[in-house]
C-alpha cells in the first residue's frame, strides 16, 4: 500500500492514521492482541515458578514454590544423585555412569544458575 510508506515517512504510524476497517489495521491489531496474550501467559508463568536457593545453615536445596504446600528441602549429594545431564548419564543407552561412591555425604552447590538445556 502506498499509504503506508506515505504515512511512515511522515511519522504517522498507520495502525493509527488508517480507518480501523482497512485490513492492514485489522492485522496488526490482531499481531497485537495475540503478543498481548503471551505476555500474560509469560507473567502467569513466571509467577508460578519457584524459587530454588541454597541454604549453607540448613545444608539443603530450597524449593520455595507459590503454593506451600508443594515446598521441598533436599539433600544436596541425592540432588546431585539424581542428575541427568551428560555427565553423569550414558547418552546412548540413558544409564546412570554417575559412581555412587565417589559423591561426597558433604556436596553442596557452589553456584545455582537458571534451567537450562533439556534438564
Same mark, same amino acid.
Given at each position: 500500500?502506498?499509504?503506508?510508506?506515505?504515512?511512515? %515517512?511522515?511519522?504517522?504510524?498507520?495502525?493509527?492514521? +488508517?480507518? %480501523?476497517?482497512?485490513?492492514?489495521?485489522?492485522?496488526? !491489531?490482531? @499481531?497485537? &492482541?495475540?503478543?498481548? *496474550? &503471551?505476555?500474560?501467559?509469560?507473567?502467569?508463568?513466571? *509467577?508460578?515458578?519457584?524459587?530454588?536457593?541454597?541454604?549453607?545453615?540448613?545444608?539443603?536445596?530450597? #524449593?520455595?514454590?507459590? %503454593?506451600?504446600? !508443594?515446598? /521441598? *528441602? #533436599?539433600?544436596?549429594? &541425592? +540432588?546431585? +544423585? !539424581?542428575? *541427568?545431564?551428560?555427565?553423569?548419564? %550414558?547418552?546412548?543407552?540413558?544409564?546412570? #555412569?554417575? @559412581?555412587?561412591?565417589?559423591?561426597? &555425604?558433604?556436596?553442596?552447590?557452589?553456584?545455582?544458575? /537458571? /534451567?537450562?538445556?533439556?534438564?
Amino acid at each position: 500500500m502506498p499509504e503506508i510508506s506515505r504515512l511512515s %515517512d511522515e511519522g504517522a504510524p498507520a495502525v493509527l492514521a +488508517l480507518p %480501523d476497517g482497512v485490513e492492514l489495521v485489522q492485522r496488526y !491489531k490482531h @499481531i497485537a &492482541e495475540s503478543v498481548i *496474550k &503471551e505476555c500474560e501467559a509469560l507473567d502467569v508463568i513466571q *509467577k508460578n515458578t519457584p524459587e530454588v536457593y541454597y541454604s549453607p545453615k540448613e545444608g539443603v536445596v530450597n #524449593i520455595e514454590h507459590p %503454593d506451600p504446600s !508443594k515446598n /521441598k *528441602k #533436599i539433600n544436596p549429594r &541425592e +540432588l546431585r +544423585l !539424581k542428575c *541427568k545431564c551428560a555427565g553423569c548419564v %550414558d547418552e546412548f543407552s540413558g544409564y546412570n #555412569i554417575i @559412581i555412587e561412591d565417589r559423591i561426597p &555425604e558433604d556436596v553442596h552447590p557452589t553456584n545455582m544458575v /537458571k /534451567k537450562v538445556g533439556n534438564s
